[in-house]
């Protein structure tokens, strides 16, 4: 399905979304035609945010908008959806555009399969709508099942458009960049050098998957790692949960820019809490790289203003090497919650693999290690 004719089809003129990889064609077309703008386009925190976005343009307009997401998002628009545009509640419509990761017999990360599953499920019990474009999807269909929502939206239901992967084509592409000169597999390199044997809780994406990688190429053992393979922006909370019960050992969290903006009322507990012991470490690149590059609005807001007004006990930014060692060796030295923001370049090594161990196996040997420290 070529994104042109899909976005003619269904003739919305605002969308707003958190980027998925299957939706790229999509997120690079509105990307060209709008940027991010106030009118027509805005990538939003997380899903629910996109939700409750979407249901002030309709009041403010009386239109349709449009909320695209990766399936995995579907549990945070679970009490919007429910509790705020239900025909039982306001009777607010809007139309969804969801990437299927891991549909049934398609071969995806171990994050993705449950949800594969249950993805039309969820959309059912949410009194959604739901139709699957395929590559095969002929404009025609569309084009009748979209005459058929429109009814269903004029009684303020919602609907979806359920995307499988490689089902969406787009001739141009979007380019992402900032100037910034530290590569996230370096910092990553440079946490793992001044950590040691402490654990990390490290974020959803292309982060874990190059902690990975460096363990590998450092010949050490995975188990000092928690790869936060699925649960995007929930990874500080797991970090806060094993720093409170192993206080006497350094707790570091590997988190990304998009990560921590999803969910950050985490910082709040984090830093209300403060647990000596923790070191938080914010790779900012301001994108959603790991699914195609698409900015975030990290570079828009003070990390390090907002960890200082939650409780962390320091909070500084570093743009460079020599920042990011400095800083990273005072970490390990002292006592107090910690937040170091990284500035970071767009960008990873073409040939970046995955995990060649299982997410349970991980867990596993990740458990049987804090069993050893304090």
Known sequence: ????????????????????????????????????????????????????????????????????????????????????????????????????????????????????????????????????????????????????????????????????????????????????????????????????????????????RELFEIREANRQGHQYDFLTVGSMGHNSSIALGVALQKPDSRIWCIDGDGAAL???????????NAPENLIHVVINNGAHETVGGMPTVANQINFVSIAKACGYMRAVCAHNAAELDRELHAAKAARGLFFLEVKCGIGARENLGRPTTSALDNKRAFERYLKTIR
């Not at 019990?125 to 095969?136: F, H, L």
């Not at 999803?262 to 209300?272: L, N, P, S, T, Y």
Request: charged content about 20%; glycine content about 10%; overall charge negative.
């Open 262 to 272: 999803m969910h950050m009322g985490a910082m709040a507990v984090i830093g209300a």
């Open 1 to 208: 399905m070529i994104v042109e004719k899909l976005v003619e089809i269904i003739g919305s003129n605002f969308y707003t979304g958190v980027p998925d990889s299957h939706l790229k064609p999509l997120c690079d077309y509105l990307m060209n035609a709008y940027g991010i703008h106030p009118k027509h386009h805005l990538i939003a925190a997380n899903e629910g945010n996109c939700v409750a976005l979407a249901a002030g343009y309709h009041l403010a307009t009386g239109k349709i908008p449009v909320v695209y997401l990766q399936n995995s998002g579907e549990g945070n628009i679970i009490n919007p959806v429910a509790s705020l545009l239900h025909e039982k509640v306001y009777a607010i419509p809007m139309i969804f555009i969801i990437g299927w990761r891991g549909e049934p017999g398609v071969s995806d990360e171990p994050q993705h399969i449950f949800q594969g599953e249950v993805t039309l499920r969820l959309l059912e019990d949410m009194g959604i709508s739901s139709y699957v474009i395929g590559k095969d999807t002929a404009e025609a269909q569309l084009s009748a099942k979209m005459t058929e929502f429109r009814e269903q939206l004029s009684a303020g239901r919602s609907v979806a458009f359920v995307i499988r992967k490689n089902s969406l084509t787009y001739d141009q592409k979007a380019t992402y960049g900032n100037g910034n000169e530290l590569t996230r597999e370096e910092i990553i390199h440079r946490v793992v050098s001044v950590s040691g044997e402490d654990p990390i809780i490290s974020t959803t994406g292309k982060a874990s």
